[in-house]
């Protein structure tokens, strides 16, 4: 297609082959699989760090990751980067960025401040100097005196001071990517999507393999795993996205790459199985499922996961589960029983497969794959919420 440059807003012709620096959040503890997905998706290195990532990227780069990122949650143009001792040196830092190129003199604006380390200030103060910084710089660049709102802002400010470091992006995602905004019905132990996603990606499942997550609930692993699979895009659930409010945004660019990814989404066959206990949560998950438009290849079925090999009709190749933690009953023995009891009925049913566990109770899962000779070949460490929880891999 040929472009007509008279009709594109003013700067975007430039902004087209210009690169942007990226800082993008995810889970603590998942950052080395947010950077490899990324990377495939660009084309690019990027870095992990803690809770987040660094790439360089362009426009249409910027709007590829924020469509079909599946372990990001927010993508923030870097705008600075240095060391700050003090709420004077945040104000001074702060004053010195441009800001011209991504908030028009009508748009409202927001800092939001986040603080890791020891500081003699609250977020709150950094939130406002740097505020006060931003509507100065603004002023002189431009005359104009931009309007805070810090309710809704057109365009949100962060800054992150991490001890020394400080950090400061442009908000392109606007609310984190992990609310999908498909699910209608809430499990009370519901797993955060980027995470389900993240233990998806670490399975390496292929898409003639066959999926499995014995201990369902609301379906958030299974839903997650067939959204990878057919490579659908966030906005298909009506999401809205910052980066429409910015001045770089093109819409021209914007309509091309959700053209070339209408294009890649699959309706490939896939074999994509939960199974859960409660008949209350099976209910639940087909509503979920049927809200993200994956009905027609996740099949939850109403069961026993020490069972499984009495109702499911493959054996599976690809296991991902959240299980039960047990933290309000806390009872170690009967978590042992049901963790040992899935674990044989994987064995005995699927021969060899590989799987993927997320439990807070680490020790009870180590001993129970002990006891019937899983190997544990990889655990990490990640938050879930405020909780810290491990991710297993192992083989059957
Ligand atoms: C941590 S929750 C899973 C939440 C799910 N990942 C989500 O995002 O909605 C664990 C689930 O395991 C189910 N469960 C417990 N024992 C089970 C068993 N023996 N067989 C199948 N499901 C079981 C519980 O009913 C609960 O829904």
Request: proline content about 4%; hydrophobic content about 40%; charged content about 25%.
């Amino acid at each position: 297609m040929v472009r007509d440059i008279s009709k594109m807003p003013q700067g975007a012709w430039e902004r087209l082959g210009m690169k942007y620096s990226v800082m993008a959040t995810t889970v603590t503890g998942l950052e080395d699989i947010a950077s490899k997905e990324v990377s495939a998706l660009l084309g690019v290195e990027a870095r992990p760090d803690r809770s987040r990532i660094f790439f360089e990227t362009d426009l249409e780069g910027m709007y590829l990751a924020n469509l079909r990122s599946r372990c990001i949650h927010r993508l923030f143009i870097l705008v600075h980067r240095g060391e700050a001792k003090s709420l004077d040196d945040i104000y001074e830092q702060v004053k010195s960025v441009s800001l011209t190129d991504y908030i028009s003199p009508q748009s409202s604006f927001a800092i939001r401040a986040q603080r890791h380390g020891e500081h003699p200030f609250t977020s709150l103060d950094i939130a406002a100097a740097a505020g006060g910084a931003v509507i100065e710089a603004y002023l002189r660049e431009k005359g104009v005196r931009l309007r805070v709102d810090l309710r809704n802002p057109d365009v949100e400010v962060y800054v992150l001071l991490r001890n020394s470091e400080l950090l400061v992006g442009v908000n392109t995602t606007g609310e984190s990517l992990h609310k999908r905004g498909y699910r209608v019905y809430d499990h009370p132990a519901a797993i955060k999507t980027t995470i389900a996603s993240a233990m998806i990606l670490l399975s390496e499942w292929r898409l003639d393999e066959v999926f499995l997550d014995p201990m369902c609930g609301g379906a958030t692993i299974p839903i997650e795993a067939a959204l990878l699979a057919r490579r659908i895009p966030h906005n298909a659930f009506g999401r809205s996205f910052a980066f429409t409010n910015l001045l770089l945004h093109d819409p021209e660019v914007y309509a091309k790459v959700c053209e070339n990814l209408r294009k890649q989404v699959s309706r490939d066959e896939l074999q994509i199985y939960g199974v859960e206990i409660s008949p209350k949560h099976v209910d639940g998950a087909r509503r979920n499922a049927s809200s993200a438009g994956v009905s027609d290849v996740v099949r939850v079925i109403e069961g026993d996961a020490t069972r499984l090999e009495e109702f499911l009709p493959f054996s599976p190749d690809k296991v991902v589960v959240n299980l039960p933690y047990g933290i309000r009953s806390s009872r170690p023995k009967a978590l042992s029983k049901l963790y040992t009891g899935l674990l044989k009925s994987l064995s005995r049913f699927a021969g060899s497969c590989s799987l993927i566990a997320i439990t807070a109770a680490a020790q009870v899962f180590r001993e129970s794959a002990q006891s019937v000779g899983a190997e544990i070949v990889e655990e990490r460490r990640v938050l879930h919420g405020n909780l810290e929880a491990s991710i297993f891999k192992c083989f059957l």
